[in-house]
């Protein structure tokens, strides 16, 4: 079974950094997609990133490009999300989320299966 769970949220300044990791207690993470999401109050969730099961392809929306780097450690079933100058706009609580097995990436948060708590992400102006 897939049980994801994040870490590594908080209150940063803008300009600053944080690096978000999500764990998977289960057996298949080198097996699926990987994706990250946020949902910033009132609003609906948006896709951040997402990388494929070996971590040769990745995909970023236009708002994160250049400053999000998703990355993946299959032997610690962990993926990354390292955030680089934050916005006071990328407040929001951040999830993984996980694919079916032997898919490819997909931008889309219908098509992911399983998904973490969130972790809250603040920026401060």
């Known amino acids: 079974q897939v049980q994801l769970v994040e870490s590594g949220g908080g209150l940063v300044q803008a300009g600053g950094s944080l690096r978000l990791s999500c764990a998977d207690s289960?057996?298949?993470?080198?097996?699926?997609?990987m994706g990250w999401f946020r949902q910033a109050p009132g609003k609906e969730r948006e896709f951040v990133a997402t990388i494929t099961r070996g971590g040769s392809i990745t995909n970023y929306a236009d708002s994160v490009k250049g400053r999000f780097t998703i990355s993946r450690d299959n032997a610690k079933s962990t993926v990354y999300l390292q955030m680089n100058s934050l916005k006071p706009e990328d407040t929001a609580v951040y999830s993984c989320?996980?694919?079916?097995?032997?898919?490819?990436?997909?931008?889309?948060?219908?098509?992911?299966?399983?998904w973490g708590q969130g972790t809250q992400v603040t920026v401060s102006s």
């Open positions: 289960g057996r298949t993470f080198n097996i699926r997609t």
């Open positions: 989320a996980a694919r079916g097995s032997m898919l490819a990436a997909s931008t889309r948060a219908a098509e992911y299966i399983y």
